[in-house]
């Protein structure tokens, strides 16, 4: 058990220490991050720079997901006792109206916790999804659970940060805009993994509108985003597909084919924004490579005009080369021609979902981050969202701020089992946010 708060404190009131004494004092406390988030100062940037909340980063960025879990819950409960004290102390000098809207569990402090917690547990879910033929009986029942913790707390983050935009200063506003972006981002996978595509669609076109703002359109970050909505499309139109099997409803016809062609446009825009990556990499303007590529949604040919002008946009990025990032523009060249292989095998959406996944970690290696991201442990961007489909959906009505977060603890996995899950270092499961 770690030592109380309050201990060296009491010790010290006994005897004053002298300076071996204190500096064993001092040693402890750098060795112990444990307490640091109750007195390190109680905003946003204080938690995001605290040594509890760097050491949860760095436990999920290893894979140590459990480890990760553990340590924010603790800085979590910590400091929502500490915003509750820090509330009773100023409640004296406060009005009743200043009472009703001071909800502690939304203080801005906590919004980091709640987002690393959320986004940490949502990628357990996926390495168990990755693991699903190795998971024992009733593990969906515990991912449906984990899933709504993971999307209360996302959510409760988001709260959090839509108040701190509409009240912040102008220099505040470009950080917390980019990490409300990322916020959309884990909510719109957590969504689709759900199986709740129209609100992971809804999150996913919120993380573009901030991201291109920022980023402009010629950003992998961007083009991230895009690839997740057009998987997001295409899932809604294998729905649509089953649906049409099993009736002959040209309403069901319709919408299977309105969201394949939905998809296919967010391909092609995620190619772009490959493209212009490569071109700026390469001392070329983007709008010179991919501003007159266009295609037409609605057309009952989208799927070949789609596939023509991803083929235009390869043969003008071909000759581009760069002496400086050789590899990555390499790497970014691949992933054209493979988007190019899923367009002209789009027949259907099954087929088309599979091979997107093959790119994940591919196009997540590509996606290093550059920074005014939320909360990322390597500063690079989340998963670009090539996963495969998981889990029950999570059954949530309205929003509702988080207390505690209280997740099921699964059954041990044998060490057979477990394989080298703790060397694993490949992208499909390194959680780089």
Same mark, same amino acid.
């Given at each position: 058990q770690? %030592?109380?708060? #309050?201990?060296?404190?009491?010790?010290?009131?006994?005897?004053?220490?002298?300076? *071996? +004494?204190?500096? *064993?004092?001092?040693?402890? !406390?750098?060795k112990d991050p444990s307490e640091e988030t109750t007195t390190t100062s109680m905003t946003y940037e204080g938690t995001e720079s605290s040594e509890s909340f760097l050491l949860s980063k760095r436990f999920l960025a290893e894979g140590n997901f459990d480890g990760a879990l553990e340590k924010i819950a603790s800085n979590l409960q910590q400091s929502i006792e500490s915003t509750s004290s820090k509330g009773e102390e100023? !409640?004296?000098? *406060?009005?009743?109206?200043?009472?009703?809207?001071?909800?502690?569990?939304?203080?801005?402090?906590?919004?980091? =916790?709640?987002?690393?917690?959320? +986004? +940490?547990?949502?990628?357990?879910?996926?390495?168990? +999804?990755?693991?699903l033929q190795q998971q024992q009986s009733g593990s969906d029942e515990e991912d449906a659970d984990d899933s709504q913790i993971a999307w209360e707390n996302l959510e409760t983050a988001r709260l959090i940060l839509d108040k701190m935009i509409s009240s912040s200063e102008e220099k505040r506003l470009r950080k917390l805009r980019l990490d409300l972006s990322q916020i959309h981002l884990r909510l719109g996978d957590l969504q689709r993994f759900n199986g709740r595509y129209a609100e992971a669609a809804t999150d996913y076109e919120k993380c573009i509108t901030i991201r291109e703002k920022y980023f402009g359109p010629y950003h992998r970050k961007v083009a991230d985003t895009h690839y997740n909505l057009g998987l997001t499309y295409m899932s809604m139109a294998s729905e649509g597909d089953k649906k049409k099997q099993k009736s002959d409803d040209d309403t069901s016809k319709k919408d299977e084919e309105n969201h394949r062609n939905r998809a296919l446009k967010q391909y092609l825009l995620g190619a772009k924004s490959f493209a212009g990556e490569i071109a700026q990499i390469c001392g070329v303007k983007p709008e010179d490579i991919v501003s007159d590529i266009t295609t037409d949604e609605n057309d009952e040919n989208a799927r070949s005009e789609t596939s023509l002008a991803l !083929?235009?946009?390869?043969?003008?990025?071909?000759? /581009?080369?760069?002496? *400086?990032? !050789?590899? =990555? %523009? #390499? #790497? /970014?060249?691949?992933? /054209?021609?493979?988007?190019?292989?899923?367009?002209?095998?789009?027949e259907s959406a099954k087929k088309a979902i599979g091979e997107v996944s093959e790119l994940k970690?591919?196009?997540?290696?590509?996606?290093?981050?550059?920074?005014?991201?939320?909360?990322?442990?390597?500063?690079?961007?989340?998963t670009i969202g090539f996963g495969t489909t998981t889990a029950a959906a999570a059954q949530s009505s309205s929003p509702q701020p988080v207390m505690m977060v209280a997740r099921k603890k699964k059954k041990k996995r044998s060490n057979d089992d477990r394989g080298n899950e703790d060397d694993d270092t490949d992208a499909s499961k390194s959680p780089k946010t």
């Amino acid at each position: 058990q770690r %030592v109380m708060a #309050d201990s060296p404190s009491q010790q010290e009131q006994e005897s004053p220490p002298d300076e *071996t +004494t204190k500096m *064993t004092i001092d040693e402890d !406390k750098r060795k112990d991050p444990s307490e640091e988030t109750t007195t390190t100062s109680m905003t946003y940037e204080g938690t995001e720079s605290s040594e509890s909340f760097l050491l949860s980063k760095r436990f999920l960025a290893e894979g140590n997901f459990d480890g990760a879990l553990e340590k924010i819950a603790s800085n979590l409960q910590q400091s929502i006792e500490s915003t509750s004290s820090k509330g009773e102390e100023n !409640k004296e000098t *406060t009005t009743n109206a200043d009472n009703n809207n001071n909800n502690n569990s939304l203080h801005e402090s906590l919004a980091p =916790l709640y987002y690393l917690y959320g +986004t +940490t547990l949502l990628y357990s879910i996926e390495e168990s +999804t990755d693991n699903l033929q190795q998971q024992q009986s009733g593990s969906d029942e515990e991912d449906a659970d984990d899933s709504q913790i993971a999307w209360e707390n996302l959510e409760t983050a988001r709260l959090i940060l839509d108040k701190m935009i509409s009240s912040s200063e102008e220099k505040r506003l470009r950080k917390l805009r980019l990490d409300l972006s990322q916020i959309h981002l884990r909510l719109g996978d957590l969504q689709r993994f759900n199986g709740r595509y129209a609100e992971a669609a809804t999150d996913y076109e919120k993380c573009i509108t901030i991201r291109e703002k920022y980023f402009g359109p010629y950003h992998r970050k961007v083009a991230d985003t895009h690839y997740n909505l057009g998987l997001t499309y295409m899932s809604m139109a294998s729905e649509g597909d089953k649906k049409k099997q099993k009736s002959d409803d040209d309403t069901s016809k319709k919408d299977e084919e309105n969201h394949r062609n939905r998809a296919l446009k967010q391909y092609l825009l995620g190619a772009k924004s490959f493209a212009g990556e490569i071109a700026q990499i390469c001392g070329v303007k983007p709008e010179d490579i991919v501003s007159d590529i266009t295609t037409d949604e609605n057309d009952e040919n989208a799927r070949s005009e789609t596939s023509l002008a991803l !083929k235009e946009i390869r043969s003008r990025v071909l000759p /581009l080369e760069s002496e *400086t990032e !050789k590899i =990555l %523009v #390499d #790497d /970014l060249k691949e992933i /054209l021609d493979e988007i190019q292989e899923i367009i002209d095998e789009a027949e259907s959406a099954k087929k088309a979902i599979g091979e997107v996944s093959e790119l994940k970690a591919r196009a997540q290696a590509a996606a290093e981050g550059d920074g005014g991201e939320m909360l990322n442990p390597d500063g690079s961007t989340t998963t670009i969202g090539f996963g495969t489909t998981t889990a029950a959906a999570a059954q949530s009505s309205s929003p509702q701020p988080v207390m505690m977060v209280a997740r099921k603890k699964k059954k041990k996995r044998s060490n057979d089992d477990r394989g080298n899950e703790d060397d694993d270092t490949d992208a499909s499961k390194s959680p780089k946010t």
